[in-house]
T-cell receptor, first 113, second 110 residues
Framework: EPEVTQTPSHQVTQMGQEVILRCVPISNHLYFYWYRQILGQKVEFLVSFYNNEISEKSEIFDDQFSVERPDGSNFTLKIRSTKLEDSAMYFC???????????FGNGTRLTVT | GQQLNQSPQSMFIQEGEDVSMNCTSSSIFNTWLWYKQEPGEGPVLLIALYKAGELTSNGRLTAQFGITRKDSFLNISASIPSDVGIYFCAGVTNAGKSTFGDGTTLTVKP
């Protein structure tokens, strides 16, 4: 079964550094998402992306965050200047229709020191 | 924004027992989803519900989309140790945005 793949599985970075989290959504999917899960807490919506632009973003997704689909297969989340509170699991998800269930990757654990 | 109230927060049960958890909201959703998350992995879809009143089964799992479109429940029958994990409900609006509940942590004692 097709799956969403995310790299790296774990990223450690120093506060203030830039990180790029990478995702390869399922190939025929058109809608892409980033979610965040702080340890022990619920999954929180960050941003949705369709037709090469952001369709919706949450309050968490401030100016430090950006997303890009640089080619036909990758979908990236960039955090420009990481803060300690950015430490979390970041999940990429994709779907084939706007209201179809999301298929999640296994996440990238980001640790900011 | 939308908020989902998921309960219970955690459950400790004996193998073989049935489990029930639910989600409620003050908002209406077009779709209700139930996911399971195991340590170190992303949420995995268990059941998707698309119509008010819909009752859907997936093996030992049964979920229902509430008539008011503001709630859903998930039942697991005859629990087994591999049912352990965190179960999340998610409501999807007509704009396609998914909002997750806080999760129910299930522990099954052999």
């Amino acid at each position: 079964e097709p799956e969403v793949t995310q790299t790296p599985s774990h990223q450690v970075t120093q506060m203030g550094q830039e990180v790029i989290l990478r995702c390869v959504p399922i190939s025929n999917h058109l809608y892409f998402y980033w979610y965040r899960q702080i340890l022990g807490q619920k999954v929180e919506f960050l941003v949705s992306f369709y037709n090469n632009e952001i369709s919706e973003k949450s309050e968490i997704f401030d100016d430090q965050f950006s997303v890009e689909r640089p080619d036909g297969s990758n979908f990236t989340l960039k955090i420009r200047s990481t803060k300690l509170e950015d430490s979390a699991m970041y999940f990429c998800a994709s779907s084939d229709e706007y209201n179809s269930p999301l298929h999640f990757g296994n996440g990238t654990r980001l640790t900011v020191t | 924004g939308q908020q989902l109230n998921q309960s219970p927060q955690s459950m400790f049960i004996q193998e073989g027992e049935d489990v029930s958890m639910n989600c409620t909201s003050s908002s209406i959703f077009n779709t209700w989803l139930w996911y399971k998350q195991e340590p170190g992995e992303g949420p995995v879809l268990l059941i998707a519900l698309y119509k008010a009143g819909e009752l859907t089964s997936n093996g030992r799992l049964t979920a229902q989309f509430g008539i008011t479109r503001k709630d859903s429940f998930l039942n697991i029958s005859a629990s087994i140790p591999s049912d352990v994990g965190i179960y999340f409900c998610a409501g999807v609006t007509n704009a396609g945005k998914s909002t997750f509940g806080d999760g129910t942590t299930l522990t099954v004692k052999p």
